[in-house]
């Protein structure tokens, strides 16, 4: 394994996550305070959400052009403006502004959201889901870091609540560029190949493998930012609970969506990916089933911990299982389709919470995930025996 570069992602995971949480926590609220309609309180977040889906496959081939260090560091740039951008929009009470600006954080995240392949480009085949978890860890840390900033940042500036979490944010971008000076040169960046050796795109993504790896990818980022972005719109703002206590359950989120990347790429290699990926999708319906029962503080920390958990077993394992079904060579273009699904999944979820919250109930927003999970797990049933998963355990071709 290359420990300087799993090292380099952690790090850069940890800003990367700490950013997302104070985005995520605050979008909505700030949208709500800011727009005049508020079914339209979730629009910054979505917005976000919909840039990093159309940027994917951009950004995946800007990085096949100009590697993946030089892409992910232009990625930070991106993010510290997009932040004082925001901050911008803020002080000047103006909600267009701020949509934009967390549009263009959209764009950071569309390259982000790929350390998962640099760290599988970072090692042997063979130590892929341990090396894609351990770099997952590093949000832990962003959890606890980003609860602290929307906390204790809100009035650290005393031209607009929050702008003060903004600014130190843009900070942490500065330095998370400065990281990726660090970062060695990926498995693969050399490799060429000869144009026709390639399979054409559309034989990698027909792939029953490779199918069910990208659904089962979008549904669980899908479901988990369609609870999670109406969930602080139903604590704070539906149902009066402190800011503090809204961020808390963000957190005990966040932690349930990285926590279990200490043991779940261990647990890939010794129960095999299609069982923890089913464990995903019953996580996940458990959490819809606890939202389904009330409103009190309980209720959401226990739905939003399970979330997470289900998430990551889910969503790891849906990565490690794309991993079989492309080469080396083949990598950014399986990689970037998959990207434009997951997140394009999610876009549309995130766009949909604020409209489902403030049109209908919470109820209904926790009841609909149900159905997209049970066709992830009969497509999971459908491939179990396929050959390409035998391959677990010495890694793609």
């Not at 063979?126 to 949000?139: C, D, E, H, K, P």
């Not at 979820?349 to 797990?377: C, D, E, K, Q, R």
Request: proline share 3%; with cysteine; aromatic share 10%.
């Amino acid at each position: 394994m290359s420990l300087r570069n799993l090292s380099v992602l952690f790090l850069c995971q940890l800003i990367s996550a700490t950013g997302s949480f104070v985005i995520v926590t605050l979008g909505g609220i700030i949208g709500a305070k800011l727009a005049g309609n508020p079914a339209f309180s979730t629009l910054p977040v979505s917005l976000m959400v919909v840039c990093v889906a159309f940027t994917t496959i951009p950004a995946t081939m800007l990085m096949r052009r100009i590697g993946r260090r030089a892409g992910f560091m232009l990625a930070s740039l991106s993010a510290a403006g997009a932040v004082i951008l925001a901050a911008v929009a803020l002080s000047a009470q103006s909600f267009l502004l701020f949509v934009v600006s967390a549009g263009l954080f959209g764009v950071n995240m569309a390259f982000t959201q790929q350390y998962r392949y640099a760290a599988a480009e970072s090692v042997d085949a063979r130590f892929t889901a341990r090396a894609i978890s351990l770099v997952l860890v590093g949000a832990i840390g962003g959890a606890f870091a980003g609860n602290e900033l929307v906390v204790r940042g809100q009035h650290w500036l005393g031209n607009g609540e929050y702008t003060g979490t903004l600014a130190a944010l843009a900070g942490l971008y500065v330095v998370q560029c400065l990281l990726f000076l660090l970062l060695a040169p990926l498995r693969g960046e050399a490799v060429t190949e000869p144009a026709k050796s390639r399979r054409q795109l559309v034989e990698i993504v027909r792939q029953p493998v490779y199918l069910v790896a990208m659904v089962s990818g979008a549904v669980a980022y899908g479901v988990m930012t369609f609870i999670m972005t109406a969930t602080p719109l139903s604590m704070h703002i539906n149902d009066g609970f402190p800011i503090e206590d809204t961020a808390k359950i963000i957190r005990s989120h966040v932690l349930g969506m990285y926590v279990p990347s200490l043991f779940s790429g261990f647990l890939l290699d010794r129960i095999g990916t299609v069982k923890i990926m089913a464990i995903g999708v019953f996580a996940l319906a458990g959490a819809c089933g606890i939202a389904l029962q009330g409103h009190t503080y309980g209720h959401y920390w226990y739905a939003l911990i399970l979330l997470g958990v289900g998430w990551n077993f889910l969503y790891v394992g849906g990565t490690t299982m794309l991993t079989l079904t492309y080469s080396i060579n083949e990598r950014f273009r399986a990689q970037g389709v998959n990207e434009f699904a997951v997140f394009g999944s999610s876009a549309t979820a995130s766009l949909l919470a604020g409209i489902v919250i403030h049109y209908f109930n919470w109820t209904l927003l926790v009841a609909l995930p149900l159905i997209p999970l049970a066709l992830v797990l009969v497509g999971l049933f459908l491939v179990r025996e396929d050959v390409l998963l035998r391959r677990f355990s010495t890694g793609p071709a």
